[in-house]
């Protein structure tokens, strides 16, 4: 059983901190979609086209300075691109027919809380669709950025990204942005979303790194509380009490979330401990035989030294011989 204190751990606060501050994008970006939609604009790719944009700008002239070598196929990052495009396309593209509530999916606890938008139906299924695609983007980053480079996964998501949204805009919205009027009120809210979307691009894959996409996920959800501050305290709207314990609710799930992955580190923590003791004792085996080896070896040299060297040439005749004339010599003397 896992200890209290234990959920308290760097990754985890980490993993929370920064869980809640992407949900605070994200609802940002949220805030801005449903204001520009009050004063009937309607240009969801036009939207996120800046943000791809910078995504391109900022990441890739860091890829340019680095200059290595893919480490993913370039054809993932455009199917990653256009699902990205489209989900993005789909959940901004919900706000022209619900509230920012509804959006954010609270609105399903009760049915009669639905104020706002024209059509509140069809915004729940375009979001419901975005988020389906949102989903498969999330774990196609998870994948990358844990395979190949966040700054890489960046820069082609941006550079992509921003292909497709230019194509889909002169098919869909080059009228659109024709006939807005462009002033302070209507900058600022393409501004704000695409800077929300930027930071909320540039975080994800960190927390997708370190805590996975499930982390993620849980942790957006906690988005629908925040929209409901901003309903209450920037709309004056009511609320039911059903929100807070829906959030509460979250907040329970990511917590014990948080404790089983660490949990499972702990685990692979120490498994990787176990093979690194086993090969520690496979090398000190290794080692004392090899040890061993060398001196029987040395043993076996120190032995042959002490025997008297007799070069091969010399035979038992011409050590006789000498031996003769040494005796000869010796008597001349004498």
Known sequence: MMRFKEFWVKKTLVGLGLGQFLSLLITSTGFSSSELAKKGINAPTSQSFLNYVLLAIVYGAIMLYRWKPLKAKWYYYVLLGMVDVEANFLVVKAYQYTSITSVMLLDYVHAGDRAGGSNPRLGDVLVIAGSTLYAISNVSEEFLVKNADRVELMAMLGFFGAIVSAIQISILERNELKSIHWSAGAALPFVGFSVA???????????????????LNLSLLTS??????????????????????????????????????????????????????????????????????????????????????VPASTTEGEVSDNKSIGKYVQGRRS
């Open 197 to 215: 979307m930027f930071l909320f691009y540039s975080f994800v894959p960190v927390l997708l790194k370190t805590n996975g996409s499930t982390m």
């Open 224 to 309: 629908d509380m925040w929209a409901v501050l901003i309903r209450i305290f920037a709309y004056h709207e009511k609320v039911d009490w059903m929100y807070f314990v829906a959030f509460a609710g979250v907040c329970v799930g990511l917590v014990i979330y948080s404790g089983g992955d660490k949990e499972e580190d702990q685990q692979r923590a120490d498994v990787a401990d176990e093979g690194a003791e086993q090969s520690k004792h496979f090398d000190e085996e290794a080692a004392s035989v090899s040890r061993g080896t060398t001196a029987v070896g040395s043993s076996r040299t120190g032995d042959s030294s002490k025997h008297e060297i």
